[in-house]
């Protein structure tokens, strides 16, 4: 089952903060965050695994909540360079870790 | 290391034509996935594997054949090429995931983009 994304776009203003939330029906063990930029391919950001722990690439952070199923991705002040479309990923268990994409969340930061 | 190389880049299919999209990797990855990625949509799984000789499907693979004879290489046929296959084509290849599920991050191709008329 598809993760859920929300929202599914946001417009920012440089410098302001957004999240971005992912949440799944079924049990997770770990959440992969990815970013892709138009007519690029995705690129890895983080990982999040079982333990609650939260994670930070430059000024961007996520946590992973497995009781609660979800996983949210916090840009903070964010950068022009920001702007694309954020996937989160699931893995399905005893399937070659095999990734589940959400829909994905267009971020587009403005001048 | 060129990370995961795809070929073509650009290629335009004529409905019941055949192709094989080709993607190498030179990390030494044993996982390695073929996804599509259809315009404004997410990422599907079409098929993977976990070694040489392993294959299995993904969420989408109707319409597709694929092989994996060596560690670097997992070529994705397209048999009898459909206007519903028209996409951008992903390949991507990632460690054993032993540290547990989901563990290790996928590195993705530059990907293909195919159109069929």
């Known amino acids: 089952q598809q993760p859920v994304q929300s929202p599914q776009a946001v417009i920012l203003r440089e410098g302001e903060d957004a999240v971005i939330n992912c949440s799944s029906s079924?049990?997770?063990?770990?959440v992969h965050w990815y970013r892709q930029k138009h007519g690029e391919a995705p690129v890895f950001l983080m990982i999040?695994?079982?333990?609650?722990e939260q994670k930070g690439h430059d000024k961007i952070s996520a946590s992973f909540n497995e009781k609660k199923q979800q996983s949210s991705l916090y840009l903070t002040a964010s950068q022009l360079s920001y702007s694309g479309t954020y996937f989160c990923?699931?893995?399905?268990?005893?399937?070659?870790?095999?990734?589940?994409f959400g829909g994905g969340t267009r971020l587009m930061v403005k001048p | 290391n060129a990370g995961v190389t795809q070929t073509p880049k650009f290629r335009i299919l004529k409905i019941g034509q055949s192709m094989t999209l080709q993607c190498t990797q030179d990390?030494?990855?044993?996982?390695m996935y073929w996804y599509r990625q259809d315009p404004g949509m997410g990422l599907k799984l079409i098929y993977y594997?976990?070694?040489?000789?392993?294959?299995d499907k993904g969420e989408v693979p109707n319409g597709y054949n694929v092989s994996r004879s060596t560690t670097e290489d997992f070529p994705l046929r397209l048999e009898l090429a459909a206007p519903s296959q028209t996409s951008v084509y992903f390949c991507?290849?990632?460690?054993?995931?032993?540290?547990?599920?989901?563990?290790?991050?996928?590195?993705f191709g530059p990907g293909t983009r195919l159109t069929v008329t």
């Open positions: 991507a290849s990632s460690q054993l995931g032993l540290a547990g599920v989901g563990a290790y991050e996928q590195y």
């Open positions: 079924k049990a997770l063990y770990s």
């Open positions: 999040l695994l079982k333990g609650g």
């Open positions: 990923g699931t893995p399905k268990v005893n399937a070659g870790n095999m990734l589940t």
């Open positions: 990390m030494n990855h044993n996982y």
């Open positions: 594997s976990v070694g040489a000789g392993i294959t």
